[in-house]
């Protein structure tokens, strides 16, 4: 999902150099997986009110804005950094049009765009359903899809995060980790605690982590 960290590297080293031209490359770079993030997290609620794109163009526009920051003391990965915005910008929304109110900022999020994203959905419902599922059997996927996204709504909140991050923002166990301020073996452990749950919820089991 995220554009590849060397090559978007180079272009903020050309930043970096004051080539001004370099940041129109390095936003143009990123939109894309931005805008999906956006979708993905945004709730139906919202974004009958917000349109996903201004979204985009606000993330951009700060990024923009801050990338001087950035670049002085570059903390993160650049596409971590940017991520980061957007999720502070997704919550802003949702708590601007659903209420501050609620117990916790993340519940806020309910992934309703996870069903939108058919590709990814189906393949963790394969992953957790049976390793050989073939494509034969399109019926089971959907329904078993379906309930997938019923299952995530009703996890732990971190188990749930995790679960988002690394099968539809498609993050590494390093990247998860960082973003989520863990160490990749305790992720690590969050991962397989998260698929554990969701197979329990889904009335499977976990026997095929025995290869993983």
Do not use: C
Not at 6 to 12: F, P, V
Not at 69 to 86: K, S, T, V
Not at 97 to 119: K, L, P, T
Not at 173 to 197: D, K, T
């Amino acid at each position: 999902m995220w554009p590849e960290s060397d090559r978007t590297q180079d272009i903020l080293r050309d930043v970096a150099g004051g080539d001004a031209e370099a940041v129109n490359r390095l936003m143009d770079r990123h939109r894309e997986a931005v805008r999906r993030m956006v979708q993905l997290r945004l709730d139906h609620a919202v974004a009958r009110r917000v349109d996903a794109s201004d979204v985009v163009q606000d993330v951009m526009l700060e990024a923009s804005q801050r990338l001087t920051d950035y670049l002085r003391n570059p903390g993160m990965p650049f596409h971590l950094w940017l991520r980061q915005l957007a999720l502070d910008r997704i919550i802003d929304m949702h708590r601007r049009h659903r209420g501050a109110q609620r117990r916790s900022v993340d519940r806020e999020q309910n992934f309703s765009g996870v069903g939108n994203d058919e590709q990814s959905a189906a393949d963790l419902a394969a992953l957790l359903r049976d390793a050989e599922l073939t494509p034969a059997a399109a019926a089971l996927r959907k329904e078993l899809q379906s309930r997938f996204v019923a299952a995530l709504q009703q996890m732990d909140e971190g188990d749930r995060e995790i679960i988002v991050m690394r099968h539809f923002e498609h993050l590494g166990n390093s990247e998860a980790a960082e973003a989520l301020g863990l160490s990749a073996p305790a992720a690590g452990m969050r991962y397989l605690r998260a698929i554990r749950r969701l197979r329990e919820l889904l009335g499977g089991d976990d026997s095929s982590l025995a290869g993983g």
